[in-house]
């Protein structure tokens, strides 16, 4: 049951960390406003905002990294 629940807190985690990579790249975003619940709404805010924090944190880790370069 632990591991059946860790697993899919991962799965949720990269997947919030995907949709903000795409929001980085391209800027498209889920439409949070077609929303009608106001909790439930925050609440989908709020894991986006996870996905951000993940995001950026795997941005300044592998910038620091010696395998990976910056190339614009």
Do not use: C
Not at 12 to 36: E, K
Not at 41 to 56: F, H, I, N, P, T
Request: glycine share 8%; net charge positive; aromatic share 16%.
């Amino acid at each position: 049951m632990f591991g059946w629940l860790f697993h899919l807190g991962l799965d949720a985690f990269i997947v919030s960390a995907f949709l903000a990579g795409i929001r980085r790249s391209t800027g498209l975003t889920p439409a949070l406003s077609q929303v009608p619940n106001k909790d439930i709404r925050q609440l989908l805010r709020s894991y986006l905002e996870v996905g951000e924090y993940a995001y950026d944190f795997a941005v300044v880790i592998l910038g620091r990294s010696s395998y990976f370069e910056r190339k614009h």
